[in-house]
């Protein structure tokens, strides 16, 4: 770098240097004493708070603000010393917020992304500043269609962890400015639909944090849970005649719900019932209305025309009451059994039979009753339901329909998973096992169409007239059909709503990965396997008298 070598170098010389965030983030040691000089920090400010004249260098416009971000977020100890020495200096990064909605500009994201790494650096000094401004927590709250302040708002309540920010009284001070409330009153009352996703993942994350931590109870979470809170964004939730608002507050019920969930078969829980869960159950008729679709809309595909297609919001409500069942409370086990949810998922399951994301979680949502430890809820998929009989009619449907040179049907992968769970489980449940061995079409089925399904190569035929040969799939607990990630994805709803849209028309052809980005399954008419760890073709034993087995098999559920 040859600036050193002219006498009258400028910030902007060195700006203008190729090598100039490497030597910073190297500290190169003159560099670290140039920046730090009170003038020239507040230079370097200037250029990442003010926006420039549209017509200004493209340097201006461009670089400069982009290498000043870079050197003001550096892990130069020295640099945040000096700006927290100048108060100024923070009011000028924080002036960002008393911008008009939108902060669209590049200038406006880099000062709230520079207050973020502030924080981190110094928490105790910067809830101080933060305490010190007068109104400074509404002037934040009113750019939460920003994902930068919704960072910048999660990192404050994480800061909550460190020893600074307990002793500074992070959660106190945050309870104090009402987030919570405001949060919930925004999802409620605002319509555009940055500012609902950027509040609802927010409150989502608030509460998987506390999850993930182990808490059951802070003072967010008491905050959020109050009977208030929940009533209003239940009244919202049955009430809001607009799916695609409606959505981003189910997302944080279901979170609570998880939060009351429990991953171990054991018998229901009993009291004390939470607030939301009594709510839900006195509810449990307009909730299930929700799942019904008087939208009129239609869609043609290459499998026939959907009339109406199922829809990104109505798999939100499935996840709900999968959510739901999954916190094992005796009052909703009831209340499920009373409204036939199961026979309700069942009609949408065999109703579109080329969506793989339904069918993922009606599947799942099966499973989840087999772990409820209720007898009662457990065998009334069998007999309210009738879930035997209808996995038999389907199959006998789809062979003869496969006889005749016809399609196998999408879901056919899926039901030989279902069975092969319920037999496996009906191994360990004396009622179920009894029940089944008195099921002659089930009997049939066992002995006849899964078998062959199981024992089968299978080579399939695609809507699209084109084949694909079967693959092994994991099914049970160790798949997801769409997580709170993907609910979350970039795009808008129209591009969410063909996403789930395409699963319909393209016989759910879709390729879902998992956390770790591996490929969990492809086409929904997939595989009858079960994990890869077990052998596909491996037979089930004769069906009938006292044994209700396939073997070795598997459950689905580990």
């Given amino acids: 770098m040859i600036y050193w070598k002219e006498k009258n170098f400028t910030l902007e010389t060195l700006l203008d240097e190729e090598e100039i965030v490497r030597e ?37 416009r461009l670089r400069y603000p982009s290498v000043c971000y870079e050197i003001l977020t550096s892990d130069v100890a020295n640099i945040p010393e000096v700006i927290y020495k100048t108060p100024s200096l923070l009011d000028d990064i924080y002036s960002v917020f008393e911008k008009p909605t939108p902060l669209t500009s590049l200038v406006s994201n880099y000062s709230v ?14 809830l101080s500043y933060l305490k010190s401004k007068e109104g400074i927590m509404e002037k934040i709250l009113r750019h939460l269609g920003n994902p930068g302040v919704r960072e910048l708002l999660l990192k404050l309540i994480a800061s909550e962890e460190t020893v600074e920010g307990q002793q500074a009284g992070v959660l106190e001070w945050i309870c104090e400015k ?180 339904l069918h993922s979680l009606v599947e799942k949502i099966i499973y989840a009753v087999l772990e409820s430890g209720s007898s009662e809820f457990i065998l009334s998929l069998f007999t309210k339901s009738k879930l035997a009989e209808r996995i038999a009619e389907a199959c006998t449907l789809n062979n003869e329909e496969c006889a005749k040179g ?49 024992n089968s190569e299978v080579f399939q035929n695609r809507p699209d007239g084109t084949a694909t040969e ?24 129209e591009e969410k709503e063909y996403y789930i849209d395409f699963a319909d028309n393209e016989g759910g052809d879709t390729h879902v990965l998992n956390e770790d980005g591996d490929q969990r399954y492809g086409s929904d008419s997939g595989s009858d396997s079960g994990s890869d760890s077990e052998d596909p073709h491996q037979e089930p034993q004769e069906v009938g008298g006292n044994s209700t087995e396939v073997n070795p098999g598997t459950t689905g559920t580990e």
């Fill in 470 to 493: 079967s693959e092994d799939h994991e099914y049970g607990h160790a798949y997801s059909s769409f997580s709170h990630a993907d609910l979350f994805g970039q795009g808008d709803e």
């Fill in 24 to 60: 910073t983030k190297l500290q190169n040691r003159k560099l670290v004493e140039y920046f730090t000089k009170p003038e020239v920090l507040t230079q370097i400010v200037d250029y990442v708070t003010k926006d420039p004249d549209p017509s200004a260098d493209p340097r201006r």
């Fill in 178 to 357: 009402n987030l919570i409330s405001y949060l919930v009153e925004t999802l409620i009352k605002d319509k555009d639909v940055d500012t609902l996703e950027n509040v609802s993942r927010m409150l989502v994350e608030i509460i998987a944090v506390s999850i993930s931590a182990g808490q059951t109870f802070t003072p967010l979470l008491f905050q959020l849970e109050s009977e208030t809170l929940v009533q209003e964004l239940m009244n919202y939730i049955l009430n809001e005649t607009n799916p695609s608002y409606r959505q981003y507050a189910l997302y944080v019920i279901m979170e609570l719900l998880k939060k009351d969930a429990t991953d171990q078969v054991g018998p229901a829980q009993d009291e004390p019932v939470p607030p939301l869960v009594t709510y839900l159950v006195k509810n449990m008729d307009k909730l299930l209305t929700l799942l019904d679709d008087q939208s009129g809309k239609q869609l043609p595909t290459s499998a026939g025309l959907l009339s109406p297609p199922v829809g990104f919001h109505r798999l939100t409500i499935l996840e709900f009451f999968l959510a739901l069942i999954k916190t094992n409370y005796h009052v909703v086990i009831n209340s499920l059994m009373e409204h036939d949810l199961l026979s309700k998922c069942m009609d949408l399951f065999f109703q579109y039979q080329w969506n793989t994301f």
């Fill in 113 to 126: 992304r520079i207050a973020m790494v502030l924080l981190g650096k110094k928490v105790s000094e910067t």
């Fill in 406 to 454: 016809g399609i196998r049907r999408g879901y056919m992968g899926h039901l030989t998973q279902i069975s092969r769970t319920i037999l496996n489980f009906a191994e360990t449940h004396e009622a179920l096992k009894n029940q089944l061995n008195e099921n002659q079409v089930w009997i049939s089925y066992v002995n006849g169409a899964l078998r062959e399904n199981i």
